[in-house]
């Protein structure tokens, strides 16, 4: 029961934060003050307190938010535009997308578009692309993308977490299957 209220919880923190602050006030940086987020958190799931809500922060998986000086955003999915300042990552050779068969085919031919979000989100390992191509499809594919080439084409990749990264839109010349073992 615990761990159902901590998704819904964690889903609706990510609507506010991520795509519609509803009366919260967020700074250039997507943070907003704490206490507001639990005050606004407690309108529709009344038991939560900011033990809950940290613990929603410290056990999502893929590091979903961050919490700093009693200020809390989400690290990336936004659709509403945010600063998240994040810096250039320079050494990746590679990352992976988790996706659907249809999406598959559609991206090999037009490449990673943010759709309806600000970024392309990109997961660090295979294993973690095809979990989060599980969200959409039992049996996701796993697409790779060709970072190095890219950035020498002046694409650039940023961090979000240790398993998500983000890029603007990655054309098609740039993604192909993964193949285990490549």
């Known amino acids: 029961m615990k761990e159902e209220l901590r998704v819904r919880v964690s889903k609706y923190m990510s609507y506010l934060l991520r795509h519609k602050p509803n009366g919260l006030v967020m700074d250039k940086h997507g943070y ?4 507001d987020l639990i005050r606004k958190v407690r309108e529709k799931f009344p038991l939560v307190n900011d033990d809950f809500i ?3 922060v410290e056990k999502s998986e ?3 938010f961050e919490i700093r000086d009693k200020k809390i955003r989400a690290l990336y999915g936004h659709s509403i535009h945010v600063d998240l300042g994040l810096k250039e990552d320079k050494s990746r050779r590679v ?3 988790g996706t659907t068969p249809e999406a598959a085919s559609r991206i090999l031919k037009e490449g990673l578009k943010p759709m309806g979000r600000r970024w392309v989100h990109l997961s660090s390992t295979p294993e973690v692309a095809r979990k989060i191509g ?3 499809t039992r049996n996701p594919v796993i697409l790779e993308v060709d970072v190095e080439r890219a950035r020498k ?3 650039r990749f940023y961090k979000a977490t240790d398993k998500v ?3 603007q839109e990655i ?3 740039y993604i192909r299957f993964w193949r285990k073992g490549d």
């Open 32 to 35: 907003v003050n704490l206490d």
């Open 54 to 56: 940290r613990e929603v």
């Open 62 to 64: 893929r590091q979903r």
């Open 95 to 97: 990352l992976y997308h």
């Open 134 to 136: 599980r969200r959409r």
């Open 153 to 155: 084409d002046g694409f």
């Open 165 to 167: 990264y983000l890029s």
């Open 171 to 173: 054309p098609s010349k």
